[in-house]
């Protein structure tokens, strides 16, 4: 089992920044990849950016320029760092780790809340 622990939500005004953490911990091999998703109220979840264990990148076209996705391997930790925070940036954000084939599993984090508001 894989437990992951978000941190570093909060209110912040639009234009500003904030970093959230995920912590993994429990039996998490090589190979795997992390990520970052978000659900605002009444929308689907939805990808944020996501990294590889080989370092390759992928983010939302709505966030691209403005965050940043990196990892720890060493201490299990992604970092999401969030510039320009815009007021539809709103939303709970989730942490998912996804274990490599054959027999891939995923784990989600419990979410962080990230509020953008003057």
């Known amino acids: 089992q894989v437990q992951l622990v978000e941190s570093g939500g909060g209110l912040v005004q639009p234009g500003g920044s904030l970093t959230l953490s995920c912590a993994a911990s429990?039996?998490?091999?090589?190979?795997?990849?992390m990520g970052w998703y978000r659900q605002a109220p009444g929308k689907q979840r939805e990808l944020v950016a996501t990294?590889?264990?080989?370092?390759?990148?992928n983010y939302a076209n709505s966030v691209k320029g403005r965050f940043t996705i990196s990892r720890d391997n060493g201490k299990n930790t992604v970092t999401l760092q969030m510039n320009s925070l815009k007021p539809e940036d709103t939303a709970v954000y989730y942490c998912?780790?996804?274990?490599?084939?054959?027999?891939?599993?995923?784990?989600w984090g419990q979410g962080t809340q990230v509020t953008v508001s003057s």
């Open positions: 998912k780790l996804v274990t490599p084939a054959p027999g891939a599993s995923v784990y």
């Open positions: 429990g039996r998490i091999f090589s190979g795997y990849s």
């Open positions: 990294l590889t264990s080989g370092g390759n990148t």
